[in-house]
Nanobody, 123 residues
Framework: QVQLVESGGRVVQAGDSLRLSCVYS????????MGWFRQAPGKEREFVAV????????DYRDSVKGRFTISIDNDKTTVYLQMTSLKPEDTAVYYC????????????????WGQGTQVTVSS
């Protein structure tokens, strides 16, 4: 089965940078999309960023544009979320997910999820 394992979350200060990683294992399926979502206490899980299988198409929620960069390595084993200029409102559990389709903002498009990694940004 497909498995996603996330890492990289930690406590940082506002303005710091942090890179999250998501390692993909198991069968490979063409045309999958890899997304990052996050969920803060008391809030719904929300879309953060997505990259398609080729790595050539990306999208972000407005609040992270210009600060976050999503990428996928050449062998498609790892997806990254490079975060800069972190803000306290970025504090959340970040989840990596894999899915097929073009409903990139919809969590229901993603059928495989990682366990989540905690990012805490202090002021």
């Amino acid at each position: 089965q497909v498995q996603l394992v996330e890492s990289g979350g930690r406590v940082v200060q506002a303005g710091d940078s942090l890179r999250l990683s998501c390692v993909y294992s198991g069968p490979r399926f063409s045309d999958y999309s890899m997304g990052w979502f996050r969920q803060a206490p008391g809030k719904e899980r929300e879309f953060v960023a997505v990259v398609n299988w080729s790595g050539r198409l990306t999208d972000y929620r407005d609040s992270v544009k210009g600060r976050f960069t999503i990428s996928i390595d050449n062998d498609k084993t790892t997806v990254y979320l490079q975060m800069t200029s972190l803000k306290p409102e970025d504090t959340a559990v970040y989840y990596c997910a894999a899915g097929f389709g073009n409903r990139w903002y919809d969590p229901s498009m993603y059928r495989v999820w990682g366990q989540g990694t905690q990012v805490t940004v202090s002021s």
